[in-house]
């Protein structure tokens, strides 16, 4: 992945329409972090910053339920979804792309899939086309 670029924690928790409102305030470029950015933060060690005793909202819908987002937990990893009305920590990010060429990148999102059982959900949130990366996936 390319090198992201991360904001301060917001002071205050929010719900999920109002973490993604407040990241496009801040202009040039700054949006709501993808689950994947997340759980490869929280994987990575990389923590200064968060406050590892709470929950963060991801920029990832969840396909079953529309209403509903993904989060992750910054104190034990936690990876999960919840209703958009409910309030987490917001950190904004800018930067950072798919790389589908990056074939440790590829493996990295194959961890996560089994995890989560992509095959059922058939959403990824790196902002490629699911076909592509199954395509890439299906190489490995």
Not at 31 to 52: A, C, H, Q, W
């Amino acid at each position: 992945m390319k090198q992201l670029q991360f904001g301060e924690t917001a002071e205050k928790k929010m719900n999920w329409q109002k973490a993604n409102d407040y990241c496009k305030s801040l202009g040039k470029g700054w949006r709501l972090p993808t689950r994947i950015e997340l759980i490869e933060m929280y994987d990575s060690g990389k923590v200064d910053g968060f406050k590892t005793d709470d929950y963060y909202w991801s920029s990832t819908t969840y396909v079953i339920a529309t209403e509903y987002a993904w989060y992750v937990g910054f104190y034990n990893g936690n990876v999960n979804a919840d209703s958009m009305a409910n309030s987490y920590y917001v950190r904004p990010v800018r930067g950072g792309q798919c790389d589908l060429k990056n074939k440790s990148e590829i493996r990295m999102l194959k961890r996560i899939c089994n995890k989560s059982d992509c095959d059922k959900f058939r959403k990824h949130d790196y902002g490629c086309d699911d076909c592509q990366v199954h395509n890439e996936l299906n190489k490995l």
